[in-house]
Each structure stands twice: as structure tokens, then as C-alpha cells.
């Protein structure tokens, strides 16, 4: 099946103010079966197949109080229309943070980042939401309001639902509250930089870190004509085939010792220059890395979950296919975005669906399409790659949670 | 099940493990009637030793077939019941599938086969730089199969977060038969996180066959310290500036003066005996920033009143602490002929006020209760000591335990921390859960144990029953 409009048919938008409206509308629009599109913040919603029923729109924008923010237990609870930022602002007034990574925080929302599970570069020395959500309220297709979890850090009463809906990408039901775990914010960061001459070299770059004495925030590989003239990084050297950005955090004095540590490490390893971004240069590349995948509406985004070990291969077949290519990769964790800016709708099917999900496959992983050119007509399989061997079981889970199918119909890969 | 059937199924499970995989002589199965929770009891029909997952398929299908409950099993260390063959059937015991397939540490995972004892895994690490991190207290017994199914935490979850922290992605077999990947060695898979449920799910969603971990970097170096307090208030409120200093200790635990006199007496480790309360505190990662974070903790605990801390001077006193930790369970033996461990969390910050509600629930039902605790996780396990030969004591010791979970649950915390729901908290889950939220958590389990064939009673009340009534408080000493 192939469908071109990209944006849901909905004829109009509710926004409730309280958990017990919203389930009222919920309900209300599972006996009429009318299609239910949850939005937040609205920055990710055109990914995954388009809708193909009309219905309504569900903000959750105005579900935005925070509900408990018991700081020395280092937990807040708030409702799901929050925004990252307010939420971010919040917390750092007692020195916290949710150590989560999500473009457009001014905009984006916590229950969007959690239905669609975002993260960004501190994924690897923090890990994703799902590890950071220890309590969830929500309603289901049915419209009933459910919870699970509590606002207790350690937890096993029940099924961890907490799990089960980060990343469902609101099919099985609207997220309206969460309870969160928190941690200090950081006293220092910096980057450590390279160029690296080649993916083999680079490779053996990254393998070293794995062995390395210093505990690295994040770890970035990046490649491509945009990166080798960047500003915050310097002109790339001459034979630079992709750069490599090491984040750390911690103490000051930690940091002082990473960034020597490391840049001590690269030059046994032959990297005799390299450059540590400090003070502001650190926060702006932080964000940076964090804006990347959407910065650019045009062309065609595909994020590829690969292997660690093989990024660097991945990252060389996707250049290869066009070198305009632009590569940001979260490398300790096997995570690429590639864009493709210039690619129209022709340009874009082929290269996915021969060129990127078959290499994904082949490094250990899989592809999907995170933004295209909007004339593009996709398939289920050009979006999500092949189907998942478990859709069957994640089908019927769907089914409980949702048995009218009115939650983002189409929209998810199990929810068709 | 009907007798007359087992002989044919016993016949068809021989088929497929051979003679030497099968039990059915009731002497051979009495070992398998409880877990740790020895207050309800009941034989399985049959003990099944897979040894692969094919056959695990095989004897699902069988059961199936024959109409009889069937359940998975690895080392029997549940403190919940979860191993209870409620209405009999097929247990499936998993501890002979137990290689480790496979450790990667440029990809920085292993995967294992579920009856891979926990500790196993740690020591085929030693030496790499790496490490599992999950590290239940039972480590040398505990099967990995049952970590995931429990979501094991331990003395480290503070740092380093529990088992579903830890856990890429897992192979399991359906109640149904079938065999499925969830997850696995690339992130974010497309679709729903079914490791994170299957994770924690106590066996009743599906018997796990193979697992997926995350290695961990081994830390560069420690700091263990020995907060010593005249009162178990001081040592909760320095539990508290620690971590409203924004200091994340790799662990944080606490012992109370009547397991102290235990933990003394069997590891001579050199505790003062008078001290009201201890806290076990240790940091651990960059050297660099090691004796920052241990001068600020020393101040706090300063600060806080406590009368000395000390230092672990050496690795292998750093060691001897922790064992006494780990075994303080073991040495409650010397404290009364039996004991019963609970497990309740609430918020870090009402850890005075619940260890006070213990201290007076104790008193009020004449039972001696002694704590050793996973403090910084506001993670409780008081320890009700008690003669289990005498009627009126039992009575007392269920009544404090129940009262102690209803302690947790008004403070806004839970009924259990690490260690399931199993049959035993079955009845504090309408407490914590609405009927709505526990009818989710029906239609879930249904869609994958349909027939309700896997696992039956376990983790949620059935409809209009309220689980099993508790006639017996918990645990003995003998672990
Ligand atoms: C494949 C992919 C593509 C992405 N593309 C972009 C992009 O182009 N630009 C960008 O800035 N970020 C993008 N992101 C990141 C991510 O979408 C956002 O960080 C996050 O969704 C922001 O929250 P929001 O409030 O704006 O969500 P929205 O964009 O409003 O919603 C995103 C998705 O989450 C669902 N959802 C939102 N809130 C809830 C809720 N409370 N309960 C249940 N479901 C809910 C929506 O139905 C929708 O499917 C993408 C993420 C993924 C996985
Ligand atoms: C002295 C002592 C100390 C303990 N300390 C801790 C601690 O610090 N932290 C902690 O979290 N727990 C602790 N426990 C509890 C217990 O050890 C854990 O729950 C452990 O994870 C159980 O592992 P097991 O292999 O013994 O599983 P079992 O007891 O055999 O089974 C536990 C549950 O898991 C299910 N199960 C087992 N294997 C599988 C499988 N392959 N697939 C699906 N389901 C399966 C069973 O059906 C059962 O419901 C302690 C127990 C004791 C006796």
C-alpha cells in the first residue's frame, strides 16, 4: 500500500485541560470510532506512514501542571504536555536535570519525547528516557485512565507499563502523567575532538574507546560537507574521511583529567591533533548534536541502528551512495542519522530501500525513515523496514490497549 | 492434573528431553514445591530440564496439549513464590541452559542462556574491564532468567539501575509455543519495547531462552566508607544531604544496631556494637574525582551527627564489608529460628518516619525487627524475627508485615522493591492499583497467556478472588 498526504486528515483539535476530559473525549470517540492523533509539542509528527483515516486531533498541550517536584528525593511528577525546556528551566533551579537529549525542547514535550522514546549524543553515558520514567498515567483506546509504576525509584509491582509505553508512539494509549527519576546536573563538560583519516582508522579509533580510562558522555562520530567546514569545530584536515567528537561530564577536576587522559590516548594511537571545546563551545556543540537530525526540513533523514562495531562501515556505504551525505553518529551506540539534503521523493525511495535498510540489515541492524521529502510515496516497508518478526504479539498487545484501533491509526508499525 | 494423563505426558516430555530431563517420583519433586517462600506449598506434576529452546517449544506444546499448567523455574531464590505451581502441571526448570553464548566487549554486550547463575557471568568478565552490573545479594545462586523475570536490583541500582537497565533484548517462548526475539544488539528497535515488558513480567507473559545484557565499563576506583551513628535518624538524614548534594553513591546501605550484633558476631568484621545505625557508602568511578566526592560525604555525614566514619583502607576490607553486607541475611540465623524479609520502597526522604513506624509497629506487636536496607534507593527490608513453632507470634509477625506494606503505600511508595509480587503481596495490589489499572494489566498478560495455562495466580488477583489468604509470615533463616 502507498499513500501520499503526510500530514493526519483531522478535521479539528480538543484540548483538554484535565486527565478526566481527556479520557471523557477518548471515550467518547471510541464508541463513534473516530480516529484519535495525540500531539504534543507537533515537532515529530511527520514520520511514519501518513494517516489514512480522518479524525481529530489530541493536544496535550494544556495537560501542562507539574504535579509534585520532591527534589531532595530527586523525582518530579508532571503532566505530559509539558515542554522539555520549562521542564529543564525547572529543574535546574535545585541544580537537576532529566539528562535526556530531544530537539526543539522549547516546543517538544515530555510525553511526546517518551511516546516516540527520543533521545540524543548522552544516551551513552546516561541512557535513554525509558530508563528515566518510573511512573505513568495514561489513557487507553478505550478511554480509560490507567497507571503504572509509582513515584518511588525502585519498583516491581505490576507490569512495567513505564516500558511498554515509552517509544509506542501513542497507539496504545494518550500518556497524561509521569513521574520521572532525575540527576545533578553536571559541574563541567568539554569536548575532545579528531579528524580521522579513514573508516578503518576510524574504526579502530572507536574500539580503542571502548577500552579507554575515561568515561565518555557521548560519543559522536560525524562525516560529511556541512561537518568539514564547521565553525565551533575549525576547518577538517586534509584527508578527513569523518570527525570524532568525545563528550564528557562530571566534576571539573574529572573533566581536566578526561580531556588530557584522552587526548594522551590518541596521540599513542597516532592522532597527534586534537582540539578540547570547552566553556561555551561545549554547550553549543552539545546542542548542535542534539538540533542535527532536524535541522534541515528538506531532503531525506533515515535514522540506521547498527552494531557499534560496524557504524563505520555503515557510515561508508551511506557516503558512498552520494557523498553529499550528511552523517551524525551517536557511534557508542550503533546510532546514525544520515541526510540526504537534496534528495527529492525519486532520489530518495531507491536509495532507502536498496541502499540503506539492506546495510543496516547487514551491520546488525535496521533503518527507518525519520523525515523524507513530502511528495514521497512510502511504503511500509521503505518507513520501518522489514516487519518485525514480533509484530504479531505487538499486534495483539495493541489490540487490548486499543480495540476500536481509533489511537494514531496506521501511524506505528504494529498499528496498521 | 488428572492422574490418569500423567503417564502419557511424562512419556511425551521424556520424548523430547530423554530419560535423564524428566521427574515425576514425588520424592524427586518435593525440592521443587516452594522457593524461597516457604509458606505455600505444592508439587509440581513434573520438573522438565530443557536444555535447549527448541525444547522448551516442545514441552510448552505439550503442555498445551494435555491441558496442564506449566511454569518456568531457575534457581528457586524467589522471595515471592513466583516458583509456586499453583494447581500443579509441568514446572520447567531452566538451569541446564547454561552457557554463556557469547561476551563481545568492542560491542559491549554477552548474551547468556537463562539458567546462567548470575555470578558466572562476573567472573567470565574478570579481568576484561568489564563487568554485569545488576547484583542481587543472592548473585551466587540466582539464575539470569530469573533476574529478568524478577528485574533484579541490588546493592549497585543506585549508579547503575536495575536488570531492565541492563537488558538489550531477550528470546522467549510464547505460552502458545512459539519462539520470538524481543529486542536484541541494535537500540531501538521499530515497534513496542517488549523487552521492557517482558522484563520484570515474573514469568507470566512468556519463559525467556536466551538474554541479551549490556556490559558495563568496570569503574577506575572506589571509596568505601563506614558512616557510624548514634541514631537511625542522623544516619537517614545524612542518607537524605547526600544526595540532595547531588552526589550519586555507586551504593548506600544501612544497617541497624540489632543486625549489626549479627553481621558482627559471624564476620568479625570489627563493628562498634553500641553504634544505632551504620551506612555502607561507596563511590566509585574517575580516581580523579574519587576523594572530592568522599571528603564531601565524610562532611555530611559529619554533619549530620555521625559519631566516626571510616575508611575501607585496603581492597580486601572493601571486600569484607561487602561480604558482610551480601551475607547479613545469612547471619539473622544467630538472631531467631526464623525470619521473615520484607520489601517495601518509599521516597528517599521518608526514611525516618517509616524506619520510626517500624521501630513502633514492632513494639506494638511484640516482634523484633532488625534492618538491613538498600537505603539510598528508599528501598526497606525490615527483618521480622520470630519462633515460627508458635502460633501467636505468626499471627503477630503477618499482622507488623502488613501493616509495614501499608506504611509504604501511604507514604506514597510500594510494596516491593526487587523482590515480586509472586503469590505472596497478591492482596496488596489492589491497594496500590485501581481495578482499572489492574485490568490493563489482565488484558496485556492476555494477550500473551491467552489460556492462562503459564504461570496461573501469580502477579495479579483474579477476578473474584483475592489471591491467597497468608496463614504464615515468611522466610526461615536457611538461605
Ligand atoms: C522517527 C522519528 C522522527 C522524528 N522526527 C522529528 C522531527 O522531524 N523533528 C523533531 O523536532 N523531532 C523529531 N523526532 C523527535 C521526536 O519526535 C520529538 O523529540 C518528540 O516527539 C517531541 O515531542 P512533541 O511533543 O513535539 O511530540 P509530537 O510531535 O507532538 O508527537 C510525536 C509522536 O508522539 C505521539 N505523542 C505525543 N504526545 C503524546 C502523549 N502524551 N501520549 C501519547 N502519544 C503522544 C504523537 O501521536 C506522535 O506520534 C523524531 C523522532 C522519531 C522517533
Ligand atoms: C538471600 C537472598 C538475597 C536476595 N537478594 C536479592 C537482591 O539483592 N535483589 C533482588 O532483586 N532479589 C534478591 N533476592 C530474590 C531473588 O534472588 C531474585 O528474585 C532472583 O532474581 C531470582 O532468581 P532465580 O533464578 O532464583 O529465579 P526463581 O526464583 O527460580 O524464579 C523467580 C521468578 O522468575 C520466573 N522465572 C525464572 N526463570 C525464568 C525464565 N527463564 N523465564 C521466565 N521466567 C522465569 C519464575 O517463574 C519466578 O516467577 C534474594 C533472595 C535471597 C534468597
Redesign the interface.
Known amino acids: 500500500m502507498t499513500v501520499t498526504a503526510k500530514t493526519p486528515p483531522r478535521s479539528e483539535t480538543q484540548s483538554p485541560a484535565t486527565a478526566e476530559e481527556l479520557a471523557e473525549i477518548v471515550a467518547r470517540a471510541a464508541a463513534a470510532e473516530t480516529a484519535l492523533y495525540p500531539v504534543g509539542g507537533g515537532t515529530g509528527l511527520n514520520f511514519g506512514l501518513p494517516a489514512r483515516r480522518s479524525g481529530l486531533s489530541l493536544s496535550t498541550t494544556q495537560l501542562n501542571r507539574v504535579v509534585d517536584y520532591?527534589?531532595?528525593?530527586?523525582?518530579i511528577t508532571v503532566e505530559a504536555g509539558r515542554s522539555m525546556q520549562s521542564l529543564r528551566e525547572l529543574l535546574a533551579t535545585q541544580?537537576?536535570r532529566l539528562p535526556v537529549d530531544a530537539p526543539q525542547a522549547d516546543t517538544a514535550t515530555i510525553g511526546g519525547v517518551i511516546a516516540t522514546?527520543t533521545s540524543g549524543p548522552r544516551r551513552f553515558g546516561h541512557?535513554?528516557i525509558?530508563?528515566f520514567v518510573i511512573g505513568i498515567s495514561a489513557v487507553?483506546g478505550r478511554g480509560?485512565?490507567?497507571?503504572?509504576g509509582?513515584?518511588?525509584?525502585?519498583?516491581?509491582?505490576?507490569?512495567?507499563?513505564?516500558?511498554?509505553l515509552?517509544?509506542?508512539r501513542g497507539a496504545?494509549a494518550v500518556i497524561t502523567q509521569v513521574t520521572l527519576k532525575l540527576?545533578?546536573?553536571a559541574e563541567s563538560t568539554a569536548w575532545v575532538v579528531c579528524d580521522i583519516a579513514s573508516y578503518e582508522k576510524a574504526e579502530t579509533v572507536l574500539?580503542e574507546l571502548?577500552?579507554s580510562?575515561?568515561?565518555p558522555t557521548a560519543i559522536e562520530l560525524v562525516a560529511g560537507p556541512a561537518w568539514e567546514r564547521d565553525n565551533l569545530l575549525g576547518p577538517a584536515s586534509g584527508c578527513c574521511a569523518a570527525r570524532l567528537l568525545v563528550g564528557v561530564e562530571?566534576?571539573a577536576?574529572?573533566v581536566?583529567?578526561?580531556t588530557r587522559q584522552l587526548q594522551r590516548e590518541w596521540r599513542e594511537q597516532g592522532i597527534a591533533d586534537s582540539q578540547v571545546i570547552d566553556a561555551s563551545g561545549a554547550a553549543e556543540l552539545w546542542s548542535r548534536l542534539c538540533e542535527f537530525p532536524v535541522e534541515s526540513a528538506s531532503g531525506l533523514t533515515v535514522?540506521a541502528?547498527?552494531?557499534?562495531?560496524a557504524v563505520t562501515r555503515f557510515v561508508a556505504a551511506a557516503r558512498a551512495i552520494d557523498e553529499r551525505a550528511l552523517i551524525q553518529s551517536h557511534a557508542g551506540?550503533?546510532?546514525v542519522y544520515v541526510r540526504y539534503p537534496e534528495f527529492t521523493a525519486n532520489e530518495a525511495l531507491p536509495v532507502l530501500v536498496r541502499g540503506l535498510q539492506p546495510a543496516a540489515v547487514a551491520a546488525?541492524?535496521?533503518a527507518?525513515v525519520y523525515q523524507c521529502p513530502a511528495d514521497l510515496e512510502l511504503t511500509h516497508q521503505a518507513v520501518?523496514?522489514p516487519a518485525?518478526?514480533?509484530?504479531a504479539?505487538?499486534a495483539?498487545?495493541k489490540?487490548?490497549?486499543d480495540p476500536a484501533g481509533i489511537l494514531n491509526p496506521g501511524l506505528?508499525?504494529?498499528a496498521c | 492434573m488428572i492422574a490418569t494423563r500423567l503417564p502419557a505426558l511424562v512419556d511425551r516430555l521424556r520424548a523430547v528431553v530423554g530419560d535423564d530431563g524428566v521427574l515425576s517420583a514425588h520424592s524427586d519433586l518435593v525440592v521443587y514445591e516452594c522457593d524461597g517462600f516457604v509458606i505455600e506449598k505444592n508439587c509440581p506434576d513434573v520438573a522438565v530440564f530443557p536444555r535447549t529452546a527448541a525444547q522448551v517449544q516442545a514441552i510448552v506444546r505439550l503442555c498445551n496439549e494435555f491441558d496442564v499448567p506449566f511454569l518456568p523455574r531457575g534457581a528457586g531464590t524467589s522471595l515471592a513464590g513466583g516458583c509456586l505451581p499453583v494447581g500443579g502441571g509441568v514446572m520447567i526448570v531452566l538451569t541446564r541452559m547454561k552457557e554463556i553464548l557469547e561476551i563481545n566487549l568492542r560491542d559491549r554486550y554477552a548474551v547468556v542462556q537463562p539458567g546462567v547463575v548470575n555470578v558466572w557471568l562476573t567472573q567470565a568478565l574478570k579481568g576484561t574491564g568489564y563487568h554485569y552490573a545488576p547484583d542481587p545479594s543472592s548473585q551466587g545462586a540466582c539464575t539470569i532468567g530469573g533476574n529478568v523475570a524478577t528485574n533484579s536490583g541490588g546493592p549497585h541500582t543506585l549508579k547503575y539501575g536495575v536488570t531492565v537497565n541492563h537488558v538489550l533484548g531477550v528470546e522467549a517462548v510464547l505460552p502458545d509455543g512459539t519462539l520470538v526475539e524481543f529486542g536484541g544488539l541494535s537500540e531501538d528497535q521499530p515497534g513496542l519495547d517488549l523487552p521492557g515488558l517482558i522484563v520484570g513480567s515474573e514469568g507470566t507473559l512468556a519463559i525467556v531462552t536466551k538474554v541479551w545484557v549490556r556490559l558495563t565499563r568496570d569503574p577506575q576506583g572506589w571509596r568505601t566508607m563506614l558512616g557510624i551513628f548514634e541514631s537511625v535518624a542522623d544516619a537517614t538524614n545524612a542518607i537524605s544531604a547526600i544526595i540532595g548534594a547531588g552526589i550519586v553513591p555507586a551504593a548506600l546501605e544501612m544497617m541497624d544496631q540489632g543486625i549489626l550484633v549479627a553481621v558482627e558476631e559471624a564476620f568479625r568484621f570489627g563493628f562498634p556494637l553500641d553504634a544505632q545505625a551504620i551506612l555502607l557508602i561507596e563511590v566509585d568511578g574517575l580516581e580523579a574525582g574519587l576523594d572530592q566526592q568522599r571528603d564531601r560525604i565524610i562532611e555530611l555525614c559529619r554533619a549530620n551527627n555521625a559519631r566516626d566514619v571510616r575508611l575501607a583502607a585496603s581492597a580486601a576490607e572493601r571486600q569484607l564489608l561487602w561480604k558482610c553486607r551480601k551475607q547479613a541475611f545469612g547471619a539473622v540465623g544467630r538472631l531467631s529460628p526464623s525470619y521473615c524479609t520484607q520489601d517495601g520502597v518509599v521516597p528517599r526522604t521518608k526514611l525516618p518516619y517509616i524506619l520510626e513506624r517500624i521501630i513502633d509497629i514492632g513494639r506494638r506487636h511484640e516482634i523484633r525487627i532488625v534492618n538491613v536496607f538498600h537505603a539510598g534507593d528508599g528501598n526497606i527490608h525490615p527483618i521480622l524475627l520470630f519462633d515460627e513453632r508458635d502460633a501467636d507470634q505468626v499471627r503477630r509477625v503477618l499482622a507488623a508485615s502488613g501493616e509495614i506494606l501499608d506504611e509504604c503505600i501511604a507514604c506514597g511508595g510500594s510494596v516491593t522493591g526487587e523482590h515480586g509480587i509472586g503469590v505472596e503481596k497478591i492482596e496488596f495490589m489492589h491497594k496500590l492499583f485501581s481495578a482499572a489499572d489492574l485490568d490493563v494489566m489482565a488484558r496485556v498478560r492476555h494477550s500473551f497467556n491467552p489460556a492462562g495455562r503459564l504461570s496461573p495466580a501469580k502477579m495479579l488477583p483474579t477476578a473474584g478472588a483475592c489471591g491467597l489468604e497468608q496463614r504464615h509470615p515468611g522466610r526461615r533463616a536457611a538461605m
Open positions: 520532591p527534589a531532595r528525593d530527586m523525582t541544580g537537576q522514546a541512557g535513554s525509558r530508563d487507553d480509560v485512565a490507567f497507571k503504572a509509582g513515584r518511588v525509584v525502585k519498583n516491581v509491582a505490576g507490569y512495567d507499563f513505564c516500558k511498554l515509552t517509544g509506542s496504545l540527576r545533578p546536573v574500539a571502548v577500552r580510562a575515561i568515561v562530571g566534576a577536576v574529572e581536566a583529567w578526561m535514522k541502528t547498527v552494531r557499534p562495531s551506540n550503533g546510532i546488525g541492524g535496521h527507518v520501518w523496514g518485525a518478526p514480533a509484530s504479539i505487538m495483539s498487545v489490540k487490548q490497549f506505528s508499525l504494529f
